[in-house]
């Protein structure tokens, strides 16, 4: 074997004639010209791979941990073993055509087999990794299904190391919640993503627990983690979690302390919630709105921050924080016993622009504390038009106001807000109702379509809504779109072939549905 720099010299110079071309190295060395450097180099290749000593074998790995959930059946493992590889089974290719996109139903198939309580076959479990590291949106439930497997195959592929940080992947591995020795250990000694579902387990079998668990290491993580396991207080939060989250406001962590006050103001019991109802009291009455002058340290220590993002005013982003965070029960006796639609719709002074801010901090706020009462006086009628309406006229933050009503009142809402304003407009809206689509909802949103068609629009400006229904209207309206998918004439003012597209569109979407109704069904538990 030669000896490491016995021929090292001779590849530099092939090295620097590939970079600076054999034009201006020729007749300098052994690349006189671009075939002699390829066959010079193809040469040294196969002698540096040759000259290679051979390393000490590693250790084997020892067994994947044993996963005790059932697989899915077999015709169900068939299916996700299509999805991951993209072919559309039995559907004539991937293309988009009028052939189902497999790709937007990987992630209704993983989070149907979460709930059922299957593990991935053994199989699968690298190209399920190898998915979850190219799509994010998949980590959760791919992780969760890949379980301790996942976890020890990622040990072994520097590839798959972002699934040691991401999650309850390691559900599998954790000792019972009553196994007070097991706990301490793995708290201690586990890996990231063993500890973050370890913490969850323990907050959903009794929260006080958790919070017990990670007050033992808090003083020691680091920031980044202490800032995952604050979050994870969300879950079951409690007036219980109020020493501990007001102890984390003097946290050195910013983004720690900003978590522990909005965690904070969501208890509306709480010391911070009061001392914010207090000074936002003080700016807002029955006589108009006056914003705080200075953004003092009382202020600052419980999460306001002091400098407002580009284009915004100092007293209005204060103001608006001040509100968010403050209980929304201090202000019906701020304003003489009114209800929340009342207090809504009073006039405020337009002079400053205050009106805008507070309305959008009373949105957050309901937000934050999940009142629905706030969240329908702000979201106003479904008819009213969005730039009327009394809360927001965004629809993103009207998503959000959404999210706190029961699932068939947000549905019926939505329903009334295509009916009245049709589709263009409901795409945020319709992503936070809950899947699959169906009764009002799914009728509305076809006979929208079906509007959108027949008035000759631009098919184009539909496709965004056509992929959400792939995904969530509910199977059994398929029957509803069979007279839709036959090919018609083009409207008088249609842009030219919408006919073709809505038709070619309408199939896809039903056969989406047939597919979404099959994957189901084998995902049943025999």
């Known amino acids: 074997m030669e000896k490491p720099d016995e021929g090292y010299g001779e590849w530099e110079e092939l090295v620097g004639a590939a970079l600076l071309g054999t034009d201006r190295r020729r007749g300098a060395g052994p690349a006189g010209s671009p075939e002699s450097l390829l066959d010079a180099a193809a040469v040294h290749a196969v002698r540096r791979r040759a000259g290679l000593r051979p390393a000490t074998a590693a250790a084997r790995p020892g067994p994947a941990p044993r996963d005790p959930r059932p697989q899915p059946p077999e015709a169900a493992r068939r299916r996700l073993a299509q999805l991951l590889a993209g072919r559309a089974g039995g559907s004539g290719g991937s293309g988009r055509g009028s052939a189902p996109d497999l790709t937007e139903l990987l992630p209704q198939w993983l989070a149907t087999a979460g709930r059922h309580g299957y593990r991935a076959p053994e199989a699968l479990v690298p190209a399920l990794l ?50 007070t020795a097991g706990v301490e250990r793995l708290w201690q000694e586990g890996l990231f993503a063993e500890r973050v579902a370890l913490l969850g387990a323990v907050r959903a079998h009794e929260p006080a627990a958790a919070q017990r668990l990670l007050a033992t ?127 809504v719709a009073l006039p405020v002074a337009a002079g400053e622009g205050w009106a805008e801010e507070l309305h959008a901090a009373w949105c957050r706020a309901a937000v934050r504390q999940r009142d629905a009462r706030w969240s329908r006086a702000l979201l106003g009628p479904p008819s009213a038009s969005p730039a009327a309406g009394p809360g927001t006229a965004s629809l993103a933050e009207r998503a959000k106001l959404l999210e706190t009503l029961p699932d068939g009142e947000r549905a019926q809402w939505v329903a009334e807000f295509i009916r009245a304003h049709g589709l263009s407009e409901a795409f945020q809206l319709l992503g936070v109702c809950v899947v699959p689509w169906a009764g009002a909802l799914g009728r509305a949103v076809v006979e929208a379509l079906e509007s959108a068609r027949e008035a000759g629009s631009y098919p184009w400006s539909f496709s965004g809504v056509m992929g959400l229904a792939e995904r969530c209207l509910d199977p059994a309206e398929a029957g509803l779109l069979e007279a839709l998918t036959a090919s018609a004439q083009d409207p008088p003012d249609a842009s030219p072939g919408a006919a073709a597209y809505w038709s070619e569109a309408f199939q896809r979407l039903a056969a989406t549905l047939r597919l979404r109704a099959t994957m189901l069904a084998e995902l049943t538990p025999a």
């Open 130 to 179: 190898d998915a979850a590291r190219a799509r994010t949106d998949l980590r959760p439930e791919a992780l969760a299904l890949a379980g301790t497997r996942g976890l020890w195959l990622a040990r072994l592929n520097p590839e798959w190391r972002f699934a040691l940080r991401g999650g309850a992947g390691g559900a599998g591995e954790l000792p019972e919640v009553t196994d």
């Open 217 to 343: 290491t808090w003083t020691t993580e680091r920031a980044e983690d202490r800032l995952m396991f604050l979050d994870s207080l969300r879950q079951g939060l409690s007036d219980a979690d109020e020493p501990f989250l007001e102890a984390a406001l003097d946290d050195r962590s910013r983004n720690v302390r900003a978590t522990a006050a909005e965690l904070l103001s969501a208890l509306t019991r709480s010391a911070l919630a009061g001392r914010m109802a207090g000074r936002a009291l003080a700016c807002v009455g029955p006589h108009g709105v006056t914003p705080p002058a200075e953004c003092d340290a009382g202020m600052l220590r419980d999460g306001v921050v002091e400098r407002p993002p580009a284009g915004r005013g100092e007293r209005a982003w204060w103001l608006g924080q001040l509100v968010e965070s403050a209980p929304l029960s201090c202000w019906r006796e701020r304003f003489g016993g009114l209800d929340a639609a009342q207090i």
